[in-house]
């Protein structure tokens, strides 16, 4: 991890642009707005770049890092047009801009940001359709009029097909935020339908009229937007896109250096090989290289299976005994993960004197937890993301819902417990620290069958180094009091801390009735978990090479849950057959429900 001070980056060059917002051409009162209510004295170097780009109407991808600002690329310069219609634009002209995003709290986020700019822009309204909110009361938003939209797919196209009162024949700009996201999540029919239906595909049907009061026409412009803009949302730029330009970072970093942006017409980012297609495509991000921010410290800690839990909870507690206030985000592959861990962090206690358990018990957590996964009630996750935005101190346990957009400020360290998916699900998780040349350290476990998924990172730019774990182990009080007691080279699994420790887990997760229930939901959709993943990543994750006995030790059991073979060969098989039938970028949805939190069947979130 980095030390203070010594890895600390100064916000400054890398990030911010030698520029003013007014020099982009931005309307005066929104660069005031920019500097008054959100703090902003100078654009990032996305910014700088691309504003000018869009104010100018042409149709944009935006491919950059995390944390570099890239909601206010597209903001300010739809809220600068808005506010210069003469007459003003009024409620009953409708939508005219649309924010499409993946999840509920990205929606609820940007909808938040809009708010803040347009304080001295009344006329212009804001408004947010999402999966999980009232219908009702959006229709009423609805049929009063928004002129800026921010929504997730499944619900605004429910709408669109639904709320007749909805006035969209002004639409002038639709943006999707975290493009490729939104097509991995199997929202591609529902991106196809709505583009159909507001008339932005191109050579789509022309758009209808809904009796609203007609403004001027002016071209529609089309914005797509993400940290890992790849081959996957190809087909989504062909459809939705007319000669668009990329702003994107073109240089392979150099150490500690960020990259500089430069903007090309998507024509030259065919790929060779892509003979058949008549479109220009996108590169794939193992040919690219994700944009990772420069001062992040990545590093990984390989872990016997076995071992696992233990080893979370120790570096969990040394970083909050480094550093009490601080904010760290752990990421989990599915919602009764989330659960298990968050109970166990919550109720777990050891004595002081763990190895004879004579002392007097104390929590082993005792700072504030949240926890954040698809399967909350929307009050509860709306309650976790704000409580988690706003403390100075926390632990937040979560799955990849919270991987895309959020912005939470200052959070010091990510940690992947569960192994994300592609490289790209690893940039977003990681770029939720280190946001805007903060410092910020990422830790990923791995077990020893699984370390070629560092040589997959390494494909895509990304490398990791590796965190000294033993130092950590041999700093809690049994080692650190008995030095004699640890041999110089004891596996990890028979060091005298992660002996006491897990004992310790096994024995309290086996006297509560509940915990052990929780233990073992969370065991089987782990394994269920780990066989959906998919392509290259299957060679790495076999649930064949695992033993399912220390699978079991992970989630502090004894024993091996006896149900579970069965449940997890039923899901590959499924898995399998799911794969044939649901190739590329478009494919369509496989679960019903609430989508947002459905990663399709590779993983609940
Ligand atoms: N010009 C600016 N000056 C200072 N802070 C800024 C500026 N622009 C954006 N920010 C802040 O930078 C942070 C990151 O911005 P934002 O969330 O838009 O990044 P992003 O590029 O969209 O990240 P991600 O790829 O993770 O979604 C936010 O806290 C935002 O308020």
Redesign the pocket.
């Given at each position: 991890m980095a030390k203070k001070g010594e890895e600390e980056k100064s916000k400054g060059d890398d990030v911010?642009a030698s520029c003013t917002f007014s020099s982009l051409g931005l309307q005066s009162t929104l660069c005031d707005e920019?500097k008054d209510k959100?703090?902003?004295?100078?654009?990032?170097v996305?910014?700088a770049k691309a504003i000018p780009l869009i104010l100018s109407g042409k149709h944009v991808l935006v491919n950059?890092?995390?944390?570099?600002?890239?909601?206010?690329v597209y903001l300010v310069p739809l809220i600068h047009h808005l506010q210069m219609y003469n007459p003003r634009i009024e409620r009953s002209h409708g939508t005219m801009a649309l924010v499409l995003v993946p999840t509920r709290e990205l929606c609820i986020q940007v909808y938040e940001?809009l708010q803040k700019l347009l304080h001295r822009f009344h006329w212009i309204v804001p408004g947010f359709v999402m999966g999980g909110e009232n219908r009702s009361k959006e229709k009423a938003r609805l049929r009063k009029g928004i002129s800026i939209l921010v929504a997730t797919p499944g619900r605004l196209l429910d709408h669109l097909k639904n709320t007749s009162s909805f006035v969209h024949s002004n639409l002038r700009w639709i943006i999707f935020?975290?493009a490729d996201r939104i097509l991995e999540l199997g929202f591609g029919k529902e991106i196809e339908d709505i583009l159909n239906v507001l008339g932005s595909k191109k050579n789509g049907s022309d758009d209808k009229t809904d009796g609203a009061s007609k403004l001027p026409k002016f071209p529609r412009q089309n914005l797509l937007?993400?940290?890992t803009l790849n081959e996957k949302v190809n087909h989504l730029a062909n459809i939705s896109l007319e000669n668009p330009v990329l702003v994107g970072l073109d240089e392979k970093k150099s150490s500690g250096e960020m990259q500089k942006p430069s903007h090309k017409h998507l024509g030259d980012l065919i790929s060779n090989d892509d003979v058949e297609s008549e479109q220009p495509t996108l590169k794939s991000g193992s040919d690219a290289g994700y944009n990772l921010p420069a001062q992040l410290i990545q590093t990984y800690v390989k872990v016997p299976c076995g071992s696992r839990l233990v080893v979370l909870l120790s570096i969990l507690k040394n970083l909050f005994q480094k550093e009490p206030s601080q904010k760290i985000v752990v990421f989990f592959s599915t919602c009764d993960a989330v659960d298990f861990h968050y109970s166990l962090l919550s109720e777990f206690q050891l004595s002081s004197d763990a190895e004879s358990g004579t002392q007097q018990k104390q929590k082993f957590f005792s700072g504030k937890l949240l926890r954040l996964h698809g399967s909350m009630e929307q009050e509860g996750r709306r309650t976790s993301f704000q409580g988690f935005k706003t403390d100075k101190s926390a632990l937040l346990l979560c799955t990849d819902v919270a991987a895309?957009?959020?912005?939470f400020?200052k959070v010091r360290c990510i940690i992947q417990y569960d192994s994300p998916g592609d490289a790209s699900e690893y940039v977003?998780r990681v770029?939720?620290t280190a946001?805007?040349g903060e410092r910020g350290d990422a830790l990923l476990f791995l077990q020893p069958v699984e370390m070629d998924y560092l040589k997959d990172l390494e494909k895509h730019g990304v490398s990791l180094k590796e965190y000294p774990l033993l130092k950590v182990l041999d700093s809690f009080p049994i080692t650190a009091q008995k030095p004699q007691h640890v041999k110089k080279f004891v596996p990890l699994e028979l060091h005298p801390w992660v002996l006491i420790l897990q004992r310790a887990l096994e024995s309290f997760i086996g006297a509560e009735e509940k915990m052990k229930q929780m233990a073992k939901d969370a065991f089987c959709s782990w394994i269920r978990a780990y066989t959906a993943h998919r392509g290259d990543l299957k060679r790495i994750f076999m649930v064949k090479r695992l033993h399912l006995g220390h699978v079991a030790k992970s989630f502090g059991l004894k024993d091996q849950p006896s149900m579970v073979g069965r449940a997890f060969q039923v899901q590959a098989k499924k898995n399998k057959k799911d794969l044939k039938h649901h190739k590329g970028p478009m494919r369509k949805r496989k679960e019903s429900g609430k989508p947002e939190h459905n990663q399709s069947k590779r993983r609940k979130q």
């Open positions: 911010f920019l959100m703090g902003y004295e100078a654009p990032t996305v910014q950059a890092a995390t944390g570099t600002g890239k909601t206010i940001i935020d975290e937007l993400s940290a895309r957009g959020l912005d400020p977003h770029g939720r946001r805007l």
